[in-house]
């Protein structure tokens, strides 16, 4: 097959089963075409056929035959296009996965603009419209309506210089960034995971004889590691490597299993009885967890395990109780949150080679190359120092990366029993039904307050959902983040269902304590007759920061247009919602980053990752700050796991732990300069400048100084804010404020919005969000940060729900269509507030704000639905449905 991709013919020799997506990455080689959901919802394939943005996975291969192709390097560095430099500028992209697909969509959109209308600006609707065919789940939107924007009214047609904040934005933009679906090994084979059907089984016997007949096929392994027992669909059993996928696919249903099938239970409600079938029936010993730590100890009831929280809260519960009994001014509900899924663009995804016996390689999609070297040093009995991890370009985590998966397991054992490279990617399917999930919780918690809506007594009894794990602990965190003085009765349960493992997500277990608690805020203060600002300043009285945040949310001109009765007619209703947030700080006081200056320039070393966060301009910055060279010359040396001591992606910690480590280390590299520029180039009075050193004789700049000065390596570490034993999990002291608040960063967030009682959909119209986290690093990342968090927020509030067939088992959102996650149009008007005072004994003078900006919104959406209406969600994603019944209930 003959067709011209970017100009240059390629004969091509598609497979039968080949879309274009396949031929282009796989056969021309062009990588910057990303594959992600295969069933042309998210754009991110989209290439230009004959001008024409078509999403190529829809496209069978053969239908190319003489057709003109143009992917995203046909706009290379050296002739970059108008919108990618909108793109690069205006922060459209994180991780930059689904980049190629919406600059290709947005190149296409830019002529038919330009010769329609000019160089004119298309409207915020326009735009939606031209884009709606793609999704970033980073959700980069805010960057990507003004690139977009700003490309149609010419305002980068005459822009040369590079003008980007982020310093990898230029590979992103222009496909040239390699994540690990990218890697292609010398006889790479593809790897396929056969896994369990059943919820519930013992795997009596697997025949892989047929399979391993099967022309192509090179080797297949057990992945079950001695462990017969199958808790949930999806459980690997063994993997087939084979000469590519379609070859795996087939070997993969020729594998025969034969199955001791159990009674299964799948349902939550069902696993809360007593006489549901036990998932843990022979022991918790491998009960995995979706904590990011080890969880806590439980006592079971069946599948109901109880984290005895003893004296913490037990004494107190009795005291409390009475409290409820005998205020008038209880509140109680009980809340409910539905699963939600990760779905990074790039599916979970190992490639693997030995290259002997004891020496390994692997290329993953991970949050932590560092630990994950680790893991695998110890899971395969090699020395850590054999073992090679990299991940230079990861396409989005959100926690859901973390640790050694069962895709990385798995490519590693087929290398090794195939002998040859593995590469082994979860299809959307796979990534949507078993790679990690936020858990779903019932929660079912009471407050009750003294007249004044100063807090009594607080009650919260969560029941997380994490799947066959434990390790939930939203009443824990909520105990934790209470004000002093106040009685509390709280306890967390686990209750466990044969489906797949809940796993860590952007602040983990916090909106949904968030949702309930800030829910029964607004209730107290209703029947308190109060307002939502008044009662929260009760809360934490003297706390400085979180009074000048909440004078923040009363300076908001639509906070201040808030009716208290408002008018509840009509069939489209407006209403606005506050809640407020807190996170704890955490650092990884181990992190070490190595500065070197050569003649080549100043080099940064740490084994971290930039998972579309931005830890390169992060600590690019750092050198930027100090040393005035910019950020886009600093050599960036992260993403390999035998560099210094690098923190996770998780738990908001990469910033505050590179950023003045990566300072700290440069100023060392700085005194080297000046004492070599005085030595070797005779300057006198020497001292920092932007750039260079100024001196009795003027200025010189650095790259003279580089080019004399003997090479030189200054590493630093972090080390432990008031933790002198270097815990992971640290606290933060805020300013002046009491104890345990003060611990916390801090958030609020505001949500306007407008619910349409007919069709029961819910439209936000502005979402303004505040956090209180110290010095910000680099604005425009931490924007960046912010906005994802309110979209990422509003699909927790609005759309996402992992759901399952109860009967077997297996999971009923396993595309793109069934499980939604926001869209371009689902953007409302974000607008940011920092406060960046309060932390200035942490060093650096900033924390971290990943996860904070996401953990109140969906509790604002709640309060301003029930503003709009007078009817209270109850449960997440707030859907047209409850909607329109939770409305009916009201009129009856
Ligand atoms: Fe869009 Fe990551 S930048 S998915």
């Not at 640790?403 to 087929?414: D, L, P, S």
Request: net charge negative; proline share 5%; hydrophobic share 40%.
């Amino acid at each position: 097959m003959k067709t011209k991709i970017n100009g240059e013919l390629y004969d091509l020799d598609p497979h039968p089963l080949d879309t274009a997506v396949d031929v282009i990455r796989e056969q021309a080689g062009l990588t910057g075409t990303k594959m992600a959901c295969g069933g042309g919802i998210c754009g991110a394939c989209t290439v230009l056929v004959d001008g024409v943005p078509m999403a190529s996975c829809l496209m069978p291969a053969n239908h190319m035959e003489g057709k003109e192709v143009q992917t995203i390097e046909a706009h290379g560095p050296e002739n970059l296009h108008p919108v990618q430099r909108a793109f690069m500028a205006n922060e459209g992209l994180q991780c930059g996965f689904c980049t190629p697909g919406f600059v290709n969509e947005g190149i296409a959109f830019y002529d038919r603009w330009r010769a329609d209308h000019g160089k004119t600006r298309p409207s915020h609707h326009e735009i939606a419209l031209a884009m709606g065919g793609h999704l970033c789940r980073c959700a980069a939107y805010v960057g990507i309506f003004a690139a977009i924007g700003d490309a149609c009214e010419g305002q980068f047609d005459e822009v040369t210089e590079l003008i980007a904040p982020r310093v990898d934005a230029l590979e992103k933009v222009t496909g040239t960034a390699k994540y690990t679906v990218d890697t292609k090994w010398p006889d790479q084979l593809e790897g396929i995971i056969v896994r369990s059907a059943y919820p519930n089984a013992i795997v009596r016997s697997v025949d892989t004889s047929a399979a391993m007949a099967l022309d192509g096929v090179i080797a297949i392994a057990d992945l079950m590691e001695g462990n017969r027992r199958m808790r949930w669909v999806g459980q690997p059993i063994v993997g087939v490597a084979a000469i590519n996928h379609y070859t795996a696919t087939e070997a993969a249903k020729l594998v025969k299993i034969d199955y001791e099938v159990k009674p299964a239970v799948v349902d939550f409600d069902q696993a809360m009885d007593s006489s549901s079938p036990e998932v843990w029936d022979d022991g918790h010993d491998g009960m995995p967890t979706a904590a990011e730590g080890t969880s806590l100890p439980y006592r079971w009831t069946n599948n109901v395990g109880r984290i005895p929280m003893g004296l913490l809260t037990a004494r107190r519960a009795g005291r409390t109780n009475r409290q409820f009994e005998s205020n008038q001014t209880t509140v109680s509900k009980e809340f409910f949150n539905h699963q939600q899924v990760h779905t990074p663009l790039e599916p979970h995804t190992t490639v693997a080679r030995w290259h002997g016996p004891k020496s390994l390689e692997v290329q993953a999609s991970t949050q932590n190359i560092r630990f994950l070297r680790h893991e695998i040093s110890e899971h395969f009995d090699l020395d850590v120092e054999d073992v090679i991890v990299e991940a230079q370009y990861i396409g989005g985590g959100f926690g859901g990366k973390q640790g050694m998966y069962n895709e990385t397991k798995a490519a590693i054992t087929m290398a090794k029993e195939a002998d040859q490279p593995v590469r082994v990617i979860a299809s959307r399917g796979e990534d949507l039904s078993y790679c990690g999930l936020r858990p779903g919780a019932l929660i079912k918690a009471s407050l009750s307050s003294k007249p004044d809506g100063t807090p009594e007594a607080i009650r919260m009894h969560a029941y997380g959902n994490a799947g066959v794990a434990g390790g939930t602990a939203p009443a824990t965190m909520m105990w934790a983040m209470s004000p002093s003085g106040v009685s509390l009765d709280m306890q967390d349960y686990a209750v466990i269902t044969n489906t797949s493992q809940g796993t860590p997500f952007r602040g983990p277990d916090a909106p949904a304590q968030r949702w309930a608690i800030e829910q029964l805020i607004d209730e107290e203060a209703e029947k308190l007759r109060m307002d939502p600002v008044a009662i929260r300043r009760k809360w934490f009285p003297d706390h400085e920061i979180k009074n000048r945040l909440l004078d923040w949310v009363e300076s908001i001109p639509e906070w201040q247009g808030r009716m208290a009765n408002p008018d509840r007619t009509g069939r489209f209703r407006r209403g606005i919602g506050l809640a407020t947030a807190q996170w704890i700080l955490i650092h990884n006081p181990n992190t070490e980053v190595r500065v070197s200056s050569s003649p080549k320039g100043i080099t940064v070393s740490c084994s971290t990752q930039d998972i579309g966060n931005g830890t390169r301009t992060s600590i690019a910055k750092a050198i930027e700050d100090l040393m005035g060279i910019s950020r886009h010359d600093v050599i960036m040396d992260i993403g390999l796991a035998d560099r210094p001591n690098g923190p996770t992606a998780g738990g908001s910690q990469v910033t505050v732990s590179v950023y003045p480590t990566t300072y700290k280390a440069a100023e060392d590299v700085v005194a080297h300069l000046i004492k070599e520029a005085m030595a070797k180039l005779k300057l006198s009075n020497a001292k920092l400048g932007r750039g260079g050193l100024h001196h009795a004789n003027g200025f010189t700049a650095w790259n003279e100084i580089l080019a004399v000065a003997e090479p030189f390596s200054a590493t630093d570490i972090r080390g432990a804010e008031r933790n002198p034993l270097g815990f992971r999990f640290a606290m933060a002291s805020g300013e002046s404020a009491p104890a345990p608040a003060g611990r916390f960063n801090h958030g609020a967030v505001v949500t306007e919005l407008e619910v349409d009682t007919r069709l029961g959909k819910i439209r936000p119209i502005n979402v303004w969000t505040a956090a209180a986290v110290g010095k910000i690093f680099v604005r425009e990342l931490a924007d960046s940060q912010m906005y994802s968090g309110v979209i990422q927020g509003l699909g927790y509030a609005l759309y996402e729900q992992k759901q399952y067939d109860t009967q077997t088992g297996h999971t009923l959102s396993y595309n793109m269509n069934d499980y939604r996650i926001p869209g371009i149009g689902d953007t409302p008007n974000i607008h940011v507030h920092y406060d960046e005072k309060g932390f200035e004994e942490i060093r650096g003078k900033g924390i971290g704000l990943s996860e904070l900006a996401t953990l109140g919104v969906a509790a604002s959406v709640g309060n301003a639905v029930y503003h709009a209406t007078g009817w209270r969600p109850l449960s997440t994603p707030i859907t047209p449905h409850d909607v329109v019944t939770g409305l009916k209930t009201l009129k009856g």
